[in-house]
């Protein structure tokens, strides 16, 4: 069964960066053919894809995010990891992790993890 845990703070200040971690069991962030994202849902809004990495690490951004997100592995501790810079009250959402087959729908999501950018 494949499972994945997001972690991370559940509060940033704004212009600082939001930070996020997605811990893997059950399958290897580098199996073929499986690309690994971060998709969120802010309140009263639909789900908004904001990048994957493939299993070979590389990386595709939602382009009007792609200036300030980075998303990175660690392939020793099976985890990807989200940053987004300069992080807005707009950002406020609840970020999910998940992983989907090449050409083919998300399948497997983590529980969700709340986060909001405020002072």
């Known amino acids: 069964q494949v499972q994945l845990q997001e972690s991370g703070p559940g509060f940033v200040p704004p212009s600082q960066t939001l930070s996020l971690t997605c811990t893997v069991s059950?399958?290897?962030?580098?199996?073929?053919?499986?690309?690994w994202a971060w998709i969120r849902q802010a309140p009263g809004k639909g789900l908004e894809w904001i990048g994957s990495?493939?299993?070979?690490?590389?990386?595709i951004y939602k382009p009007s995010l792609k200036s300030r997100t980075s998303i990175s592995r660690d392939t020793s501790k099976n985890q990807f990891t989200l940053q987004l810079g300069s992080a807005t009250p707009e950002d406020t959402a609840v970020y999910y992790c998940?992983?989907?087959?090449?050409?083919?729908?998300?399948?497997?999501w983590g529980q969700g993890t709340q986060v909001t950018v405020s002072s």
């Open positions: 998940t992983r989907a087959p090449a050409g083919d729908q998300f399948d497997y």
């Open positions: 059950g399958d290897s962030i580098t199996s073929r053919f499986y690309y």
């Open positions: 990495v493939s299993h070979s690490g590389n990386t």
